[in-house]
């Protein structure tokens, strides 16, 4: 028996981003345009809850594509790092990155997604970005799809709803495994897969008013294309690329019983199930017997060919990436006091603080989770997003944030007893680890990094970064291997 003492010496501490959070230049370099460029931004008043603005009604979307005037969409500027990319990557390594995880956008490489051939300008970018890395000893990890497709499909096929999506995906996506498979190891297919169920937008596209089908049944059939195209990847990853290590990945929701009633830990385990499930079919193979149950009982009948299955069970993830944010609570009885921030609506943790966004924080749950999935799958894990969205102050140049630093210290150090546990674990990539526009709120001032990017939430401001506190902290938790924190 080997005992454990810490973090393996290869052990890729970083950061992570997605383009359409920090790219901006949405209509540069022959980019066409995608789902999230018509995200707006929407006042905390207005707001129906702290965390999924995304959803826009397809109405709401043909309102934008015939006037966009005067509305404020923030990811259409993200942070510049399109143009300002060097510097970034300057300031990661200055930190020690190992690792960054980053994001392609689909439209800026097919900006209709349907195009014959790719756009050069597009792949050059994506070159030029990861020759940076490289040059700087970061090794990228790169999101192939991170929630966005490009808006024509949208339109033309309601997203992933149509079996189409799946041979424009993966012809997208080998062209970037020829284009870049030596430049490029670490691979993960879709980010945060079963967010799909979450909006029109996180679901690429799809908008469930459109289609003749119930909501839950057009969503379970568009993650069924999703997952093709996702096996059919890794088939053309596994002869084209054999070194690549294809991850899949998914929006962690661990969740606990509110009471020990066995009541209770049922329907925790059945919430489970429905989170579980994603990585279940993309690591096991299969779809598992407790989804024909859901399926029956919910009426969904999924359309498919012969041969999906054998495709689903040949090409499984060597690896299961995951957000890890905070953890749920499930109850038999109808929920009294929701935490008004999440997502899918959970009762109130009474031994948890809220971030500022009133995200439950958890992290001996991080211990757990990484357990639990390290039990069920046995393959290498990846936490590929952590971290607290809070509001920052820049005072002369300076950002002191010692709440980052205490939320990241205390779940490093769980990940740590984590890996003294046994779990096999690549490595730990906090998100935005560059400030950047948020996903859920559209916000500016929701800030992630260890670098500040002075900007606020309608565009105002300067770009200019500047190191926070837990910048040097950071620094310091890489070089002593995640010892000094
Ligand atoms: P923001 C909800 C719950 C868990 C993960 O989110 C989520 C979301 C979406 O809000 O998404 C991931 O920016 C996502 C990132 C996102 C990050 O969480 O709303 O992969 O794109 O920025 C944080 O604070």
Not at 256 to 274: G, V
Not at 445 to 472: A, C, E, H, P
């Amino acid at each position: 028996f080997n005992k454990v003492e810490g973090f393996p010496k290869d052990f890729l501490w970083g950061g992570a981003t997605a383009s359409n959070q920090c790219e901006g230049a949405y209509n540069v370099g022959g980019k066409g345009l995608s789902t999230l460029d018509f995200v707006k931004f929407i006042e905390k008043k207005d707001r129906r809850n702290d965390i999924q603005t995304m959803d826009v009604t397809y109405d709401q979307l043909n309102q934008y594509l015939e006037d966009e005037s005067n509305i404020n969409f923030p990811k259409r500027r993200g942070i510049d790092f399109y143009h300002q990319y060097k510097e970034d990557i300057k300031l990661m390594a200055e930190m020690g990155f190992k690792t960054f995880r980053m994001s392609i956008s689909w439209p800026r490489i097919f900006p209709t997604g349907m195009e014959e051939e790719p756009n050069e300008e597009g792949l050059k970018f994506y070159d030029a970005v990861f020759d940076e890395l490289l040059a700087n000893g970061i090794e990228p990890l790169v999101t192939m799809i991170h929630y966005e497709i490009p808006i024509e499909l949208t339109k033309k096929y309601n997203g992933w709803e149509s079996r189409e999506l799946v041979d424009y995906f993966v012809k997208y996506t080998k062209t970037l495994l020829d284009r870049f498979k030596d430049k490029v190891k670490y691979w993960i297919i879709f980010n945060e897969i079963n967010m799909m169920l979450a909006s029109a937008y996180t679901g690429g596209g799809l908008f469930p008013e459109k289609s003749s089908r119930s909501n839950l049944e057009v969503k379970y059939q568009a993650t069924h294309h999703q997952f093709l195209a996702s096996a059919l990847t890794t088939k053309y990853a596994r002869e084209a690329a054999p070194n690549a290590k294809i991850g899949c990945m998914i929006a962690r929701l661990e969740t606990y019983p509110a009471t020990c009633r066995p009541e209770d830990m049922l329907k925790a385990i059945q919430e489970d199930q429905l989170n579980v499930f994603y990585t279940d079919v993309m690591v096991r193979g299969k779809y598992p017997n407790y989804m024909t149950r859901y399926f029956e009982e919910h009426n969904i009948h999924l359309q498919t060919e012969k041969g999906d299955e054998e495709i689903l069970a040949c090409y499984t993830a060597d690896y299961v990436a995951f957000s890890y944010y905070m953890t749920y609570l499930a109850s038999s009885e109808p929920a009294k006091s929701e935490t008004s921030g999440n997502l899918i609506g959970t009762l109130k943790n009474p031994y948890l603080e809220l971030s500022e966004w009133n995200w439950p924080i958890d992290p001996i749950g991080l211990r757990i989770t990484l357990n639990r999935l390290y039990d069920r799958y046995n393959v290498p894990l990846f936490i590929v997003e952590n971290g607290l969205g809070a509001y920052d102050k820049l005072e002369d140049g300076k950002v002191h944030d010692p709440y980052r630093i205490d939320y990241l210290a205390k779940h490093i150090t769980q990940m740590k007893e984590a890996v003294k546990d046994g779990v096999e674990l690549l490595g730990y990539t906090t998100w935005g680890c560059i400030d950047l526009i948020s996903a859920g709120t559209s916000e500016m001032s929701k800030r992630y990094g260890y670098i500040y990017v002075d900007q606020d939430d309608y565009g105002n401001g300067t770009l200019q970064r500047y190191k926070k506190d837990s910048f040097y902290w950071y620094k310091k938790v890489i070089a002593s291997n995640g010892e000094d924190l």
